[in-house]
């Protein structure tokens, strides 16, 4: 990995203004905003605040790019994410740390996620030549028929904050591949990535108006008419389940189509004859990847009785080694929560959870600031009902339950109205496969604590949300099929 700059010289390199047309420049109101690096609360840099001006300016250059871009061989399209692709790779550590200081990841982490967000540009330089369509005799040999995949044509990409690079690399390498224009608005807490990774996109030889990017202070006011214009054909939105049914619900006026990764509630399952040391390995890593601050995060942890007491052992020692700290600390290995609120919320679920019976045998409570660290904790004997099992706890900490049969582990594993991923464990393939049938989620990790990956599909069901990001299935969210009715060649 390459490229070290300094924290200073780092955010120097970081464009502040809005990316329209092309261009980089400030506010149309003159408005900025502060980001803030939620280890210290110090302010990083002042970005440029877009307004719903701004945005239909935005939305304006990617409908006047999108016939154009359309038409660019997918060849050309595919070789633009593959130079992107070399560049984040090229500037992993700038991007590592940039993560780091504006969201709080650990770097180590912040790396991980480097080769993961950089991975999309990889994948889909090679999908964008591969949107195969068909053409067949109809049954009854009278006709033929032709069937083509085309971009769906502008589109609204919007990101959460907590993973800055890869949930912009998950939407924005789709839609170049298939030929779609963009307006990104990335989270406001952290847009810097994002603003970073827009410019590497100019650099690999983006065209103007192909990729527009407009953070704001005002998410509602500035996307909502963009998803009431007609021009726009695509939302793809990745956040909370909260707002994600109010933009289906905008979206519902113009019939825009709309792909959402939603909230998580996932189910983390241990049966009594899993290797332990495996599955408290795949529980750190479900846990606590992320400060638990991941869709994906183990949100309950749902322990055979004959087994509990030697997991919570065992998770409680490895646990307790993990030190909060300012990621970019040697020793980090959890960083801060990212704003006072998020922390406080994962308080008063422990607090509620503990006046509900349950027993903290690890953590338990806030560290002290500067910044917005939580201590990793284990909770014991959780009962069921308590708010800690039903709501997304976004925090370092593990909530075990316990079951005595299959049946039991998959009633409780499946009493969530999220449906994303769930964790297996077990040495039995026959009982693994079976709980793949029995789980409503989109996803599983069998004896596996991670199961993110580029090549494959990611999404979840239920209210997690609607659509896939990544494998084969991710380039669809941005085409459309379209079908051509051929007379019969042989026809006098
Ligand atoms: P959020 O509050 O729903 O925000 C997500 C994005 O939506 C942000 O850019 C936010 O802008 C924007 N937004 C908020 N209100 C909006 C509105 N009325 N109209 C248009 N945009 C609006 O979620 P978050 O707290 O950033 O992220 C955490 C959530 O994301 C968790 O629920 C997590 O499970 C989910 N998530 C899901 C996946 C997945 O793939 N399924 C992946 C990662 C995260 P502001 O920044 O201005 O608020």
Redesign the pocket.
């Known amino acids: 990995m390459t490229s070290v700059l300094t924290e200073a010289a780092l955010l120097e390199s970081v464009p502040t203004g809005l990316l329209i047309d092309g261009q980089w420049r400030p506010a149309g109101s003159g408005k900025s905003f502060d980001v803030e690096d939620p280890a210290t609360g110090k302010v990083l840099l002042s970005i440029a605040d877009a307004s719903a001006e701004d945005a239909a300016e935005a939305l304006n250059a990617a409908v006047n790019a999108q016939a154009s871009w359309a038409a660019t061989p997918a060849r050309v399209r595919g070789e633009i994410l593959r130079k992107a692709f070399e560049l984040v790779t090229e500037r992993a550590e700038d991007f590592a740390l940039l993560m780091t200081i504006e969201m709080g990841k650990p770097l180590s982490e912040a790396r991980g996620e480097v080769a993961y967000g950089a991975e999309f540009l990889r994948w889909f330089s090679e999908e964008a030549v591969r949107a195969y369509g068909r053409y067949s005799v109809s049954p009854d040999g009278k006709s033929r028929l032709l069937v083509q995949k085309k971009p769906v044509g502008p589109c609204l990409l ?6 800055p690079l890869a ?1 912009a690399t998950r939407k924005v390498a789709p839609a170049v591949a298939a030929g779609c224009t963009m307006v990104l ?5 952290t847009p810097l990535t994002s603003m970073l990774f827009a410019s590497v996109m100019q650099e690999a030889g983006l065209p103007r108006g192909v990729l527009n990017v407009i953070p ?2 005002s ?2 006011a500035t ?2 008419p963009l998803i009431r214009d007609p021009r726009l054909r695509k939302l793809s ?7 994600g049914r ?2 289906l619900a905008d979206a519902s006026e113009t019939v825009l189509r709309t792909s959402m ?4 509630n996932a189910p983390f399952v241990v049966f009594e004859d899993a290797d332990i040391d495996a599955a408290v390995n795949g529980a750190m890593l479900a846990k606590l990847r992320n400060m638990g601050e ?2 994906t995060a183990a949100n309950r942890f749902i322990v055979h009785e004959a087994v509990a007491a030697e997991f919570a052992e065992k998770f409680a020692a490895k646990m307790s080694t993990m030190t909060p700290a300012r990621g970019t600390e040697e020793d980090s290995k959890v960083g801060p929560l990212i704003d006072a609120k998020s922390r406080d919320k994962v308080h008063e679920l422990v607090t509620d959870a503990l006046a509900a019976g349950a027993t903290a045998v690890l953590g338990g409570a806030a560290v002290d600031g500067p910044g917005y660290f939580y201590q990793p904790t284990i909770l014991t004997g959780v009962k069921e009902g308590v708010r800690i099992l039903s709501e ?1 706890i ?1 925090g370092p900490v593990a909530p075990i339950i316990t079951f005595t049969d299959e049946d039991q582990a998959v009633r409780l594993a499946n009493s969530t109205e999220y449906g ?1 991923v769930a964790y297996v464990f077990t040495k039995d393939l026959n009982r693994g496969l079976r709980m793949g049938e029995r789980l409503e989620t989109g996803m599983l990790g069998l004896n596996a604590g991670v199961v993110s990956n580029a090549a494959a599909p ?1 999404g ?1 069901v239920k209210q ?2 609607l659509g896939r990001e990544g494998g084969v299935e991710g380039i669809d969210e941005y085409l459309y099929t379209q079908y051509v009715g051929i007379a019969d060649p042989y026809a006098a």
Do not use: D, H, Q, Y
């Open positions: 919007i990101t959460p904050w907590n993973f949930m608005k990335p989270a406001k807490l704001s202070t998410a509602g996307t909502g939105f990745t956040g909370s389940t909260e707002v109010r933009l990764e939603l909230g998580g991941a869709c997304e976004f994303l990611f979840g997690s949300g």
